[in-house]
């Protein structure tokens, strides 16, 4: 991992202070929509599928941060939709990071330019770019030419005014290890990201593509291949070694959605950002009366082929700091 030792130290106390008090589930990042609107039409997305009424719809800004004191997460992912579209997207960022939560800015980097000088670097801000894969590829997942080339652009002015930027990345059965390498090396290597986020294709229901998503034994393939040759070392992912070890196949975990719960427009979204069976009211109903054990691979057949980050990460994170091993693992690779 190549998160900061300050936020890796405040997340791993966090996680610490939650099982000394005997919580069995708790949050380790919210997944915060405030709006299904965007300004790309991708064919791997279902956000943009809302009525036009919905896509009209804005969180306010007190809603929002109602939302992350509910639940308390020490860290926040603005998603969408689009979150620079929302014509409050600065006041919403400022008032979490003067809370000392970590944000991460989740855009398609094409309003960057337009909306950056609203910004200002932060130990508890970065922006979190989409990027699919190299140009010819990243803008087919789009469905626009030149997104790209406009995105590296955004990268780069970021990284000149001094912010810090990730990059996430999602994998579907037309990629290859060779294009999986391409895409990391690219993100690695020249843009020099701080850190890169990848995950497999799920296909959830309202995706209008439902033909290129990876199953399980793709997806092992695909990165066991990937990252052979010291790749996985050499690149610096914002992710636990174990969470890596999983997409190979050499250790499988439970699903554990709760960990990063998801709330939107319609509410706290059952039971995570690419499900939807129905809304809760509030985040202890949402934790409380949801049936848990009934969702992840081999509970829920709508799970058997979702390997995503927003499941298994944090179950991949919770077994690293209750092992010793792990935990030093993790240290020597960060």
């Keep these: 991992?190549?998160?900061?030792?300050?936020?890796?130290?405040?997340?791993?106390?966090?996680?610490?202070?939650?099982?000394?008090?005997?919580?069995?589930?708790?949050?380790?990042?919210?997944?915060?929509?405030?709006?299904?609107?965007?300004?790309?039409?991708?064919?791997?997305?279902?956000?943009?599928?809302?009525?036009?009424?919905?896509?009209?719809?804005?969180?306010?800004?007190?809603?929002?941060?109602?939302?992350v004191e509910e639940c308390g997460a020490p860290m926040v992912s603005i998603a969408g939709g689009e979150p620079l579209m929302h014509p409050q997207i600065d006041e919403m960022v400022r008032e979490l990071v003067a809370r000392k939560v970590y944000v991460f800015l989740c855009t398609n980097a094409l309003l960057i330019p337009k909306k950056i000088d609203l910004f200002e670097p932060s130990p508890y801000f970065a922006w979190t770019i989409h990027l699919d894969g190299m140009r010819e590829r990243h803008d087919e997942s789009v469905c626009k030419d030149g997104v790209f080339d406009e995105a590296v652009a955004a990268v780069r002015e970021c990284q000149r005014r001094g912010f810090r930027?990730?990059?996430?990345?999602?994998?579907?059965?037309?990629?290859?290890?060779?294009?999986?390498?391409?895409?990391?090396?690219?993100?690695?290597?020249?843009?020099r990201v701080d850190e890169m986020m990848i995950s497999p294709g799920y296909a959830y229901e309202k995706a209008p593509d439902q033909e290129h998503f990876l199953g399980v034994q793709e997806t092992r393939e695909l990165f066991r291949k990937a990252f052979s040759g010291g790749n996985r070392k050499r690149w610096?992912?914002?992710?636990?070694?174990?969470?890596?070890?999983?997409?190979?196949?050499?250790?499988?975990?439970?699903?554990?959605?709760?960990?990063?719960?998801?709330?939107?427009?319609?509410?706290?979204?059952?039971?995570?950002?690419?499900?939807?069976?129905?809304?809760?009211?509030?985040?202890?109903?949402?934790?409380?009366?949801?049936?848990?054990?009934?969702?992840?691979?081999?509970?829920?057949?709508?799970?058997?082929?979702?390997?995503?980050?927003?499941?298994?990460?944090?179950?991949?994170?919770?077994?690293?700091?209750?092992?010793?091993?792990?935990?030093?693992r993790a240290i020597r690779n960060a």
């Design 1 to 67: 991992m190549t998160m900061p030792v300050r936020q890796r130290l405040r997340i791993g106390g966090y996680i610490l202070r939650q099982k000394l008090r005997g919580r069995a589930k708790f949050p380790l990042l919210l997944e915060l929509e405030p709006l299904f609107a965007c300004n790309l039409k991708c064919a791997g997305c279902g956000k943009i599928q809302h009525p036009a009424d919905v896509l009209k719809r804005r969180m306010p800004v007190e809603q929002a941060l109602a939302a």
């Design 236 to 328: 610096r992912f914002n992710h636990s070694p174990l969470f890596l070890d999983f997409l190979e196949g050499r250790t499988d975990f439970r699903c554990t959605a709760w960990a990063i719960p998801s709330y939107s427009l319609f509410g706290w979204q059952r039971p995570c950002y690419l499900m939807s069976d129905g809304y809760a009211a509030t985040y202890r109903e949402l934790i409380e009366d949801t049936d848990w054990d009934s969702y992840g691979r081999g509970h829920d057949p709508r799970c058997a082929n979702c390997m995503a980050h927003c499941g298994y990460e944090p179950t991949a994170v919770f077994a690293t700091l209750t092992s010793l091993k792990e935990s030093l």
């Design 165 to 191: 930027v990730t990059t996430n990345t999602t994998f579907f059965n037309t990629d290859s290890p060779q294009t999986v390498i391409d895409v990391l090396d690219y993100l690695n290597d020249d843009l």
